[in-house]
C-alpha cells in the first residue's frame, strides 16, 4: 500500500491520516523544515523535529500547536510508525521516515549531502521508496566542495576592501545566510545584516550554532567609515531597494546554486556570483537516492521529468509527484532574478 | 589560455565600460604580443569558421560524461549555451596548462580542422583535460567561432590606443581587416597596430579601407527638425537604401570590396570587378550594394523608384535586400544567381581621391568630387545615391512617405559642412538616419522556446501567428508567421515567461505550445512573398514593440491584414 499520496491539500499518509508540508489548512501535518513553501500557517497541529522549533515558532508564531521529536526518536500513530532523521539542508530540517505493516517510506524534504556545520548533517536512511527533491536534478549542477567557495568570498571581500568598497552578499535570510556567516573569516571585517537575517541569527546562536558576531546594517550612517570594510548581508529581495543606497560605492554578489549559469548570473546583474546551495547537487542526488536502497523513487519539484527518467534508465521504478513545493518545474532559475518581488525564501 | 579566459570572466562579468578597459588594459599590459595579437582578434569580433563540427563536440562530451544523449540536451537547453553546457559537463580537469593563447589557437586548435572524427576523438579529451572550468568553456567557444563578449570594437581601440598612447582614430585606423578570415593574426601585426604613429603610413596602406562612419538615429518629430537641426538647406538628403554597405578601394590596379562589417567581400560580387578598369589608383569610395533590376511583376506606377522621370515603366530598380540575401549566404555564385539578382553600387561619399585622405573635407565638397568621378567612370554598375531636392523639413518628410513604395528605409540627413568620422562618432560632424516607423501587426504567441546567454531557461524566443480568416469565420486558425526575441523588458520578459510554463499545452523538444493568451504589437522592416513560410510571407527585423494586454486573442490582425501590406 502507498504510505503517502498526493491530495489538493498536499502529501497524504491514509493510513495515519496525517499530512507532510501540507500548503492548505489540515488537521495533522508534519513539518520537514521551516522554510515558507513547506511549512504553512494554519495547521491545527504541527510535528517537526526539536531542533526546528524554534525557527518554527518564530515563522509560524509562537502559540503554534507544536509537538517535537529528537533525530531517531520514534511514535506511532494509528498504527504508522514515524520519526525524524537529518536533511542536511538548514537548522532542524528533518527527513520523514514511516513504517507500516513492514513497509517503509521515507520523505526527503529538501536535503543537502555536504555537511555544513549549521544543521545536523544528511543521514542516508533505508527504505522501501523514497520521496525525493529534485531542484538540481541535471548533471551541469555539481558542487565544488564549500571551502572554496568561502574562500572565494573571502578573497573577494578582502579585495573590495581593500580597495575602499562595501561588500554586499545577497542570500536567503534562512539557512544559507547564517551558513555562510559560520563558514567566512569573520576577522576580515565587520559583518552587518539586513533586519530580515538577524532574528534567525538569534535562533541559530540559540540553537547552539557559532555564527560570529552581527551588526544591524541600518544602525550605520553612510559617511561611517566601517561600511568601507565591511560585508553586508541581504536577502535578494532588498537587491534594487533604497535600503542599497546608505552603503555608497560597494560590490555585490548572489550566493545561490542558481549562480553555476553564466545566464542567471547575468540575469541577476551582481558582480559576483557564488555557486552555493541548500540543496543535493547532481551527484548528490543520486549517491541519496543509492543510499537509501529504495526501489521506487517519487520525485518531487525541481526537474522531476528529468530525474524520474533517468532513474527508470538505472532500473527503478520512478515517477513524480505533484506538489507546490519551490516553484514550477525549472522556474526557478528566473524567480532568483526577481528583483523586487518575494523571491522565495526557501530556493537555492 | 588561462590570462585570456580571465580577461573574459572579468569582461562578462561587468556592464561598466571603464571596467572593461582597465580588464583589457591589464590583459595587454601583461600579455606576450602574439598572445595579444589574437585577443585583439577575437575581441574586436574576429571569428575563424568553425574548427570541429559541433556534432563530433556533442558526441565527445557525451562520451566524457557518460551521458545519454536526451539529459545532454536537457542540460543544454538549461544552459542556453554550448561551449558552457560542455565546460560543466565535461570532467573537472586533472592537469594545469599555462600556454599562451596564440599556442593553443595556432599549434592546437586551428589544426583541428578537417581532421578525422578518430583524430579528434584523441586530441580533444587531451586539450579539455588541462583547462580549467572558465578556459574550458571559452577553448569550446574558440572552436565553435561563438567567442563573444560585451565589448565592441571601438572599446577595443580604446584599450589599445591608451595602451600606446596614440590616438584611437590611428588605432581604428589600423584595425580595420584585422578581422577579416584571409588575416592571420600575429605578434607583428599587433605591435604594428600599438606603434608609435609614423610619416608614412599612409604608403602602406594596400587595399585597407577606412573605418566607416556611423549614423545615429534621429526620432524627434519634424516640426523639432529646424530646432534641433537648422535649415534644411544645410543638409545632404538621401535616400536610406537597405542594401550592404561597402567601401570600394581601388589601388595599385586592384579593387577591393569591404563589408560594413570589414569583411572582405570582394569576391562576393564578380559583376564589380569591372570597376578596377574605371576607377583610377588611390580612389575610395562609400556606398551600398543593392540588387538593381525590373522588377518581376510590374508594380502600380506609384511603386517604383526611377532615377529619370522619362524612364519607362518597368526601369531598373532597387529591389527587397530578401533578394540580396538569397546571394549573400552562397559559396558558388552561379550564373543563374548573377543573372537574377544583379547588384550596383550607389555611391554616395569619396573618401580617398588620387592617393589622399578626404576625410576631413567637408560633405558638399567629397560629394562635388564623387558626382565628376562617377561621370567619368561610365560604368553602370556605379551609380550615384541621388541627392534629394526639399525646400524645408515639411516638404522632405513629404517627399519621405514615398519611402516604402521606393523600397527604401527612410532617408539619411548629412551636414553639408560634415567631415567623415569614424564609427558612431559625433565630433567630427554628424550622420542621421531617418527611419520611416516599422509595419506593425497585432500577432499572438503560439509557441516559446527558451533562450540562450542572459536569457537561459527563461522564455524568451516566441512563435508569432495571425489568423487565417475574419472574425466571423469559425472555422479560423492561427497561422505562424515570425519569430521574435527582442522588445520586450526584462520585468515583461519574465512575466510572459511565467504566463508560457503555465498555459503550456505540449512541448516538442525545447519548443513549447501555448494557449494563445498574449497579443503583442510586431513591428518589422519588410515584408515579402515567402514559399519557405506556411503563411506564404516573411518578414525583416521583426520585434515586439509593445504587448497588448488591452487585447484580447479574437482581435489580433489576420493574414489579410499581412497581404496589405505586401502592396
Known amino acids: 500500500m502507498d504510505l503517502v499520496i498526493a491530495r489538493p491539500e498536499g502529501l497524504y499518509c491514509p493510513p495515519g491520516d496525517f499530512y507532510i508540508d501540507p500548503w492548505r489548512p489540515v488537521e495533522r501535518s508534519v513539518i520537514t523544515h521551516a522554510h515558507g513553501d513547506h511549512a504553512r500557517t494554519g495547521n491545527e497541529h504541527y510535528l517537526s523535529a526539536a531542533s526546528g522549533e524554534g525557527i518554527l515558532r518564530s515563522r509560524l508564531g509562537q502559540d503554534i500547536n507544536l509537538q517535537t521529536l529528537e533525530y531517531g526518536e520514534t511514535i506511532t500513530h494509528h498504527g504508522v510508525k514515524l520519526s525524524l532523521h537529518p536533511a542536511g539542508h538548514v537548522l532542524g530540517s528533518a527527513q520523514v521516515r514511516l513504517e507500516y505493516k513492514g513497509e517503509i517510506w521515507v520523505a526527503s524534504g529538501d536535503y543537502k549531502v555536504e555537511p555544513d556545520g549549521t544543521c545536523a548533517a544528511f543521514e542516508p536512511v533505508r527504505c522501501h521508496t523514497f520521496i525525493t527533491e529534485s531542484t538540481f536534478g541535471l548533471p551541469i549542477y555539481r558542487w565544488a566542495p564549500q571551502s572554496q567557495i568561502f574562500e572565494g568570498i573571502n578573497d573577494w571581500w578582502r579585495n573590495n576592501a581593500a580597495q575602499g568598497k562595501a561588500s554586499v552578499l545577497f542570500a536567503y535570510s534562512f539557512g544559507k545566510a547564517q551558513r555562510i556567516l559560520h563558514g567566512i573569516d569573520s576577522q576580515i571585517g565587520p559583518i552587518l545584516v539586513h533586519g530580515a537575517v538577524e532574528p534567525l541569527n538569534r535562533v541559530y546562536r540559540e540553537g547552539g550554532i557559532r555564527i560570529p558576531e552581527t551588526q544591524y546594517a541600518g544602525d550605520f550612517k553612510k559617511t561611517d567609515p566601517a561600511l568601507r570594510q565591511a560585508l553586508i548581508l541581504a536577502p535578494p529581495s532588498a537587491g534594487g531597494s533604497s535600503w542599497m543606497k546608505r552603503f555608497g560605492e560597494y560590490s555585490d554578489a548572489f550566493a545561490s546554486g542558481w549562480m553555476m549559469l553564466r545566464g542567471t548570473r547575468r540575469r541577476r546583474g551582481v558582480d559576483r556570483g557564488f555557486v552555493l546551495s541548500d540543496h543535493a547537487d547532481w551527484p548528490g542526488l543520486l549517491w541519496a537516492i543509492e543510499q537509501t536502497g529504495a526501489e521506487r523513487v517519487m520525485v518531487t519539484h525541481g526537474s522531476v521529468a528529468v530525474l524520474v527518467r533517468y532513474l527508470r534508465e538505472l532500473g527503478l521504478d520512478a515517477q513524480g509527484f505533484s506538489t507546490e513545493y519551490g516553484d514550477e518545474e525549472d522556474s526557478t532559475p528566473s524567480a532568483t532574478s526577481v528583483e523586487t518581488g518575494q523571491a522565495p525564501e526557501a530556493q537555492s | 589560455m588561462k590570462a585570456f579566459a580571465e580577461l573574459y570572466t572579468r569582461l562578462d562579468a561587468t556592464t561598466s565600460s571603464n571596467a572593461k578597459l582597465a580588464a583589457m588594459r591589464e590583459y595587454f599590459e601583461q600579455a606576450a604580443p602574439q598572445d595579444a595579437a589574437w585577443a585583439v582578434y577575437f575581441l574586436s569580433g574576429g571569428r575563424p569558421r568553425q574548427l570541429v563540427p559541433t556534432r563530433v563536440l556533442r558526441e565527445q562530451a557525451m562520451t566524457l560524461a557518460n551521458l545519454p544523449e536526451w539529459l545532454f540536451e536537457e542540460s543544454y537547453q538549461a544552459v542556453g549555451d554550448l561551449a558552457e553546457t560542455l565546460s560543466l559537463l565535461l570532467p573537472q580537469a586533472e592537469h594545469n596548462n599555462d600556454e599562451g593563447l596564440a599556442v593553443w589557437l595556432e599549434d592546437k586548435l586551428l589544426p583541428l580542422r578537417g581532421l578525422p572524427p578518430e583524430e579528434l576523438a584523441e586530441r580533444l579529451p587531451m586539450f579539455w583535460s588541462q583547462l580549467d572550468r572558465s578556459s574550458l568553456m571559452v577553448c569550446i567557444k574558440l572552436i565553435t567561432g561563438s567567442f563573444r563578449v560585451g565589448v565592441s570594437k571601438l572599446l577595443v581601440t580604446r584599450a589599445l590606443a591608451a595602451l600606446a598612447d596614440i590616438d584611437s582614430k590611428r588605432v581604428a585606423q589600423r584595425l580595420v581587416g584585422y578581422t577579416d578570415l584571409s588575416h592571420r593574426p600575429s605578434a607583428e601585426g599587433y605591435l604594428k597596430l600599438i606603434a608609435a604613429e609614423s610619416e608614412d603610413e599612409h604608403a602602406q596602406r594596400g587595399g585597407q579601407p577606412y573605418p566607416f562612419f556611423l549614423a545615429h538615429s534621429l526620432q524627434q518629430p519634424v516640426d523639432q527638425f529646424e530646432a534641433l537641426l537648422g535649415s534644411a538647406e544645410n543638409w545632404q538628403v538621401e535616400w536610406k537604401w537597405d542594401g550592404i554597405r561597402a567601401q570600394l578601394v581601388k589601388r595599385e590596379g586592384r579593387l577591393w570590396i569591404w563589408s560594413r562589417g570589414e569583411e572582405l567581400v570582394t569576391d562576393r560580387f564578380p559583376e564589380l570587378h569591372s570597376l578596377v578598369q574605371?576607377?583610377?589608383?588611390?580612389?575610395?569610395?562609400?556606398?551600398?550594394?543593392?540588387?538593381?533590376?525590373?522588377?518581376?511583376?510590374?508594380?502600380?506606377?506609384?511603386?517604383?523608384?526611377?532615377?529619370?522621370?522619362?524612364?519607362?515603366?518597368?526601369?531598373?530598380?532597387?529591389?527587397?535586400?530578401?533578394?540580396?540575401?538569397?546571394?549573400?549566404?552562397?559559396?558558388?555564385?552561379?550564373?543563374?544567381?548573377?543573372?537574377?539578382?544583379?547588384?550596383?553600387?550607389?555611391?554616395?561619399?569619396?573618401?580617398?581621391?588620387?592617393?589622399?585622405?578626404?576625410?576631413?573635407?567637408?560633405?558638399?565638397?567629397?560629394?562635388?568630387?564623387?558626382?565628376?568621378?562617377?561621370?567619368?567612370?561610365?560604368?553602370?554598375?556605379?551609380?550615384?545615391?541621388?541627392?534629394?531636392?526639399?525646400?524645408?523639413?515639411?516638404?522632405?518628410?513629404?517627399?519621405?512617405?514615398?519611402?516604402?513604395?521606393?523600397?527604401?528605409?527612410?532617408?539619411?540627413?548629412?551636414?553639408?559642412?560634415?567631415?567623415?568620422?569614424?564609427?558612431?562618432?559625433?565630433?567630427?560632424?554628424?550622420?542621421?538616419?531617418?527611419?520611416?516607423?516599422?509595419?506593425?501587426?497585432?500577432?499572438?504567441?503560439?509557441?516559446?522556446?527558451?533562450?540562450?546567454?542572459?536569457?537561459?531557461?527563461?522564455?524568451?524566443?516566441?512563435?508569432?501567428?495571425?489568423?487565417?480568416?475574419?472574425?466571423?469565420?469559425?472555422?479560423?486558425?492561427?497561422?505562424?508567421?515570425?519569430?521574435?526575441?527582442?522588445?520586450?523588458?526584462?520585468?515583461?520578459?519574465?512575466?510572459?515567461?511565467?504566463?508560457?510554463?503555465?498555459?503550456t499545452v505540449e512541448k516538442f523538444g525545447p519548443v513549447s505550445s501555448v494557449t494563445p493568451t498574449l497579443v503583442f504589437e510586431l513591428g518589422f522592416e519588410g515584408i515579402a512573398l515567402s514559399k519557405r513560410h506556411k503563411s506564404g510571407i516573411a518578414v525583416r527585423f521583426p520585434r515586439m514593440l509593445r504587448w497588448r494586454q488591452d487585447k484580447p486573442v479574437a482581435e489580433a490582425d489576420s493574414l489579410a491584414t499581412l497581404q496589405d501590406l505586401l502592396r
Request: charged share 25%.
Open chain 2, 278 to 503: 574605371c576607377l583610377p589608383d588611390g580612389t575610395v569610395i562609400d556606398g551600398e550594394i543593392v540588387v538593381w533590376k525590373a522588377p518581376e511583376t510590374p508594380p502600380d506606377s506609384d511603386a517604383e523608384f526611377v532615377l529619370d522621370s522619362d524612364a519607362p515603366t518597368a526601369a531598373p530598380s532597387v529591389q527587397p535586400f530578401a533578394l540580396l540575401q538569397q546571394r549573400i549566404g552562397r559559396k558558388t555564385l552561379g550564373k543563374k544567381i548573377l543573372a537574377d539578382v544583379p547588384v550596383v553600387v550607389l555611391a554616395y561619399d569619396l573618401l580617398e581621391w588620387e592617393g589622399h585622405d578626404w576625410r576631413s573635407r567637408p560633405q558638399h565638397e567629397r560629394r562635388t568630387q564623387l558626382e565628376i568621378l562617377l561621370q567619368q567612370s561610365q560604368n553602370d554598375v556605379l551609380m550615384p545615391s541621388p541627392v534629394i531636392d526639399g525646400k524645408d523639413w515639411a516638404d522632405l518628410a513629404t517627399q519621405r512617405e514615398a519611402s516604402r513604395s521606393l523600397g527604401v528605409e527612410g532617408m539619411m540627413l548629412k551636414a553639408r559642412d560634415s567631415l567623415y568620422g569614424v564609427g558612431r562618432t559625433k565630433d567630427m560632424g554628424v550622420w542621421w538616419k531617418w527611419k520611416i516607423d516599422p509595419f506593425s501587426v497585432d500577432a499572438v504567441l503560439i509557441y516559446a522556446q527558451r533562450g540562450h546567454g542572459r536569457r537561459a531557461s527563461l522564455y524568451s524566443d516566441y512563435t508569432f501567428a495571425v489568423w487565417d480568416g475574419p472574425p466571423e469565420s469559425s472555422e479560423r486558425t492561427l497561422v505562424p508567421f515570425a519569430k521574435a526575441y527582442s522588445g520586450l523588458t526584462d520585468e515583461e520578459m519574465r512575466k510572459v515567461d511565467a504566463i508560457v510554463r503555465k498555459t
